[in-house]
């Protein structure tokens, strides 16, 4: 089907039909071609082209319209249930579904990041299936996707920091019995609170080691890039924006860019500065290793009051569990688990045994819910590191 399309609907593997209409004078060969690299739209937008024919039989469709219909699908899946809410699942039962919504978020704004850095405008109608399915897993159980956020595979960490603080931003609010429309809002403030990443300079991003201060001047311009970038998103909720301008001020007013103190942060933009550093220190960075959650937990409290709101503290760490789903923890009886799933009781969760400790071999794995068994209890937490496990 021939199609036109605004220019900054554009993407790779579209197949250009017509580049001439409404635009007579570009740098290509052809009038029609497969669009293979993200370089090109870059060219076509610079040349000033408006809108573009694309044949829909020979390339890839308009990521929009695609998007719609499965949140079309998505949505009536949602209103034909008939208490209209996620029923409640296991963490272990969570966990296909989980798998497919982290995997689409990651492709997504990594996606999402190469067309905002060739100039391409973020439409909410992208953002929405994406977050909608990610929050309807975690209102059905938040651990599933929250022991997936721990795994750290791309090579990019501006994207898997991007997804995991958008679930723990989702999870959080969860936790504290906002709303699913305040659910959706903070995820995708989450997913996008970084943007302005994109404009900058990936030397200073990727830098292995210290930054000096000039160069951290460039860094913390990206909240402003961020913030810009946003306000050019239509329909965009106060609470998403609240969350990329505000993530990295401080309660005592040392953050920036605006210096903001206390209350004068919103209460989304003091969630985001926990979450943003709680993700920060458990992963491994480009200038410094991951550490253990319930060892970062104890920081976040520790910087209670300075940095961070102490009763958010207290809330986010309801949230996470003080065992978060993806730890390894050593057990009374010398074997070593994985978290799976939190109970009420956050010291006895539901564990996945795989390794005797004393023999430093692995057992068949087994799954033990911890508040029915009195005689078992969490010695410590393990670092997989230590034990050189992949997570
Ligand atoms: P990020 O790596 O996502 O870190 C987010 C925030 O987590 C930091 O904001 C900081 O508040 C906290 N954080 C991260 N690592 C540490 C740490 O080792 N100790 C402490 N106390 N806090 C930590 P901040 O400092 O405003 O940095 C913003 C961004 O600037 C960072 O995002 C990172 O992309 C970059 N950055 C900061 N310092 C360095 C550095 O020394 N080297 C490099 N390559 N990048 C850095
Ligand atoms: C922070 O509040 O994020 C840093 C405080 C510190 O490094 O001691
Ligand atoms: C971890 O997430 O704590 C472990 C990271 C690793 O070394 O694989
Ligand atoms: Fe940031």
Not at 7 to 30: E, S, T
Not at 67 to 88: H, S
Not at 126 to 153: D, E, F
Not at 261 to 275: N, T
Request: aromatic share 6%.
């Amino acid at each position: 089907m021939l199609k036109k399309i605004k220019v900054n609907q554009l993407r790779k593997g579209m197949y250009i039909n017509d580049l001439k209409c409404g635009w007579l004078n570009h740098p290509f060969a052809l009038n029609r071609f497969k669009l293979e690299k993200q370089s090109d739209i870059g060219k076509i937008i610079a040349a000033g082209a408006k809108i573009i024919e694309i044949d829909t039989n020979k390339g890839l469709d308009v990521f929009v319209e695609k998007r719609i219909d499965e949140n079309k699908k998505l949505r009536q899946v949602v209103d034909q249930r008939t208490d209209n809410k996620p029923k409640k699942v296991t963490a272990l039962e969570e966990m296909s579904q989980a798998r497919i919504a982290f995997a689409q978020a990651g492709e997504f704004i990594a996606d999402m990041m190469a067309n905002v850095k060739m100039g391409q405008h973020i439409e909410l109608e992208q953002v929405n299936p994406v977050i909608n399915k990610l929050s309807l897993s975690i209102l059905r159980n938040p651990n599933a996707l929250l022991g997936l956020s721990r795994i750290r595979t791309m090579d990019v960490y501006t994207f898997e920091h991007s997804v995991s603080f958008s679930i723990l931003m989702m999870a959080f609010a969860k936790s504290m019995g906002l709303s699913e429309k305040i659910i959706c809002e903070v995820g995708i403030g989450g997913l996008l609170h970084d943007i302005g990443k994109t404009l900058t300079p990936d030397k200073i991003l990727n830098k292995p080691g210290k930054l000096t201060d000039d160069e951290f001047v460039i860094m913390k311009e990206h909240v402003v890039h961020s913030r810009k970038i946003l306000e050019k998103t239509n329909g965009l909720s106060q609470i998403s924006m609240d969350i990329a301008a505000q993530h990295h001020e401080k309660y005592d007013g040392n953050g920036y860019p605006l210096g903001l103190k206390g209350d004068q942060i919103s209460r989304y933009g003091q969630m985001s500065a926990i979450v943003d550093v709680y993700d920060a220190l458990t992963a491994d960075r480009c200038y410094h290793k991951g550490k253990e959650p319930s060892e970062v937990l104890k920081l976040l409290v520790k910087w209670s009051g300075a940095h961070f709101n102490p009763s958010l503290v207290r809330e986010f760490i309801q949230s996470v569990g003080i065992y978060p789903a993806g730890s390894l923890v050593m057990l009374s009886n010398q074997h070593l688990a994985k978290v799976i799933d939190i109970n009420e009781n956050m010291l006895k969760p539901v564990v996945e045994v795989f390794i005797n400790a004393k023999t430093r071999s692995y057992i068949p794995r087994k799954l033990i819910d911890l508040a029915q068994f009195d005689a078992i209890k969490i010695l410590k937490v393990e670092s997989y590191q230590k034990w050189n496990i992949e997570v």
